[in-house]
């Protein structure tokens, strides 16, 4: 539990740098990172390196008593690099370059890029490598922000071709059945004649997309296994760290984070929540406090992209500048936010940013401290925090705090699949059809039951979870399906689950695929519906509960009877022993009852549902409570708290004692 801050020596006066660190360890910071966008400050011209600047400034952190992250520059490429390189620019679907200007105009698949980005973190490790006060590094800064995972540039081009070869062994007639090209006579004579799937007439083929799409991702991969790999040479022993975003799953973080130590994500409850499609009464309703199941929804996911080690490399401090609106905080939830980060195991929070910048793109972007150097809301709360967890730590004396990941307990594993996201973005069958936010709807309601939740990939180990939810698995998958053959846990399949298989092909027993070896039943038809449609389906034994579905409907052949049934005869939601398939899709208070009776079924799960916008989360001998509001929430009175009361206004939190 360890307070950081991201920092940007160079955009500041010299005469700054101690007093600013001085600072830092006064308000219980202990991280700093820096230098993640300074490559026109390292090498101001090609081949000349200015590392003065930065060795002082590590000196003066370090000298404080500060750790660094210090961040390889390459998000930002400097303007010589690029004249020099034009090759080396994205391009986006629409055929239109990325232009210099602000960031992220590189293409992964640039080999020059490639080589100058291997030359100047070479340079760097070599120069800071051993330095005492950098204990780790971050490669490149938000791999894909602004939409630069996928380039269709040349040489995306060309190393798709390459790709293409290696995945289909140079059988160029097992690529055109694997992709259906006898359909529109789109079959290929060789790889090179293998285009990029944009600019076509109409539709490209969703198989090929998705195949350029995991290409897309492996790019990533080698990108930074490229800087990993250097900085393992002349920086070792030190921490390997990137920082992920939110709402943001354009490349598989599991593949890249097999080559890291720490996986961290820059979390901005506000901007996304504004960002999102939340309705407006939702926005209006969680405006400054962010959705209750927002954060933790990142917080559980990249716990288990970074196998238990993450961190908040970037929490909002205050308004932001890059959402269409841009509110301010309720008083508190800088500390509240920070709270609910340890809650979910993390390591560090790190703040962005120390002193909010007076100049360029984010100048309307709060920091801990004000442009003129006077004091913000975000640094009195971070002060707060850093106390409570030094008072918290102290009364638990000897013994281990236990909150961490490894204290966290295990209940509710959540699989959550990347390929299996572009695959149903690919071709939603209904533009109302959002994957993420069906998954992070699924998730609400394990919440709202009062469950912890491991998100966890589909190749996942699952033994001792009391119930494994499957929320976005389009994809056949042979790992999963073993797993949940061999589980007694119970098993809530989501629909569309094992749809398609992993060539984008319809199964050839229809969906659900394999899973009909755990299930009795066959999608034979789909419906997608418009928003104003909505159907409400009665409990087949109880006919007073009754549950809203809108969106998607599937229709099954199965000899099981349904629990629900509309007056139209649709049957929906079927179990056969412990596996339940829910076909269809149901607005977020149905779903929160349907997926709590599972959950309650499992005699060995205990089920606290949260009311409101009350969240809580079960850490080694400590429960945590966060009410995002707006009502006032009271917990029970013979509970011990270590921090709070029992009674709960909005953006208010409670730690209590775990009976044992």
Request: net charge negative; proline share 5%; glycine share 6%.
């Amino acid at each position: 539990m360890k307070l950081g801050v991201c920092y940007y020596p160079e955009q500041w006066p010299e005469s700054l740098w101690e007093q600013d660190a001085a600072e830092m360890v006064a308000a219980g910071i202990e991280w700093v990172r820096i230098g993640e966008f300074a490559w026109s400050r390292y090498e101001p011209e090609a081949g000349e390196y200015d590392w003065d600047w930065l060795k002082r400034s590590l000196d003066i952190l370090g000298n404080a008593g500060l750790k660094v992250v210090l961040g390889t520059p390459t998000a930002t490429p400097p303007k010589w690099l690029v004249d020099e390189n034009p090759d080396m620019i994205a391009v986006d679907e629409d055929g239109k370059p990325r232009s210099f200007g602000s960031r992220r105009h590189y293409c992964f698949s640039s080999a020059a890029y490639l080589v100058e980005c291997a030359r100047i973190v070479t340079e760097m490790a070599k120069e800071f490598g051993d330095h005492p006060a950098v204990a780790g590094w971050q490669t490149d800064n938000e791999y894909g922000c602004h939409d630069t995972i996928i380039s269709y540039s040349e040489a995306a081009r060309d190393a798709f071709r390459i790709w293409c070869h290696q995945q289909y062994n140079g059988d160029i007639q097992a690529l055109n059945e694997a992709w259906g090209n006898v359909f529109w006579s789109m079959e290929y004579r060789d790889f090179n004649e293998i285009e990029r799937p944009n600019l076509t007439v109409t539709e490209s083929n969703p198989a090929h997309k998705l195949d350029f799409w995991r290409f897309s991702s492996d790019q990533v991969v080698v990108y930074n296994k490229l800087q990993v790999d250097i900085l393992r040479k002349y920086a070792p022993g030190r921490d390997l760290i990137h920082n992920y975003m939110g709402n943001f799953t354009d490349f598989n973080h599991h593949d890249v984070a097999a080559d890291l130590d720490i996986a961290s994500w820059d979390s901005y409850p506000l901007g996304f929540l504004d960002q999102s499609r939340a309705s407006d009464a939702e926005k209006q309703q969680w405006m400054r406090t962010g959705h209750p199941d927002f954060a933790a929804f990142h917080h559980d996911l990249y716990r288990g992209v970074g196998k238990g080690r993450w961190w908040v490399m970037e929490q909002q401090p205050g308004p932001v500048n890059w959402a269409p609106h841009n509110p301010a905080p309720l008083d508190g939830m800088v500390r509240f936010w920070t709270w609910e980060a340890f809650a979910h195991g993390a390591e560090v929070v790190s703040y962005f940013r120390w002193r909010q910048a007076p100049f360029a793109q984010e100048q309307m972007h709060s920091g801990l401290k004000r442009p003129d150097n006077s004091v913000d809301i975000g640094l009195l709360e971070a002060t707060q925090t850093a106390g409570e967890v030094q008072s918290l730590t102290a009364q638990a004396g000897s013994e281990n705090t236990g909150i961490d990941a490894s204290h966290i307990l295990k209940e509710v594993a959540f699989i959550f699949d990347y390929e299996s996201d572009w695959s149903l973005r690919v071709q939603p069958q209904g533009n109302n059809y959002h994957p993420l936010d069906w998954a992070m709807s699924m998730y609400t309601a394990c919440r709202q039951a009062g469950v912890n939740v491991d998100i966890l990939p589909p190749n996942a180990n699952l033994d001792g979870y009391a119930a494994i939810v499957v929320a976005n698995q389009q994809l056949e998958h042979a790992e999963l399906l073993a797993s949940l053959k061999n589980t007694s846990a119970q098993v809530i399949l989501g629909p569309r689950t094992f749809s398609k298989t992993q060539q984008y092909q319809i199964p050839a027993n229809l969906a659900p695929g394999s899973l009909q070896q755990l299930i009795l039943l066959r999608v034979v038809r789909v419906e997608s519906l418009a928003d104003f449609w909505s159907d409400t389906v009665r409990h087949s034994v109880s006919k007073e509960q009754s549950l809203t579905v809108s969106k998607w409907r599937e229709f099954v052949e199965t000899d099981l009877s349904p629990s629900y049934q509309s007056a139209d005869g649709w049957g929906f939601a079927y179990q056969h022993n412990n596996i339940h398939y829910i076909n269809g899709c149901a607005d977020q208070h149905s779903l929160n009852e349907l997926i709590q009776q599972v959950l309650e079924s499992n005699e060995h799960l205990k089920i606290n549902p949260c009311a409101g916008g009350l969240r809580q989360q079960k850490v080694g001998k400590w429960q945590f409570f966060f009410n995002y509001g707006p009502e006032d929430q009271s917990l029970p009175n013979q509970r011990q708290t270590v921090l709070g009361g029992h009674h709960l206004a909005q953006g208010q939190l409670a730690i209590v004692q775990i009976d044992t």
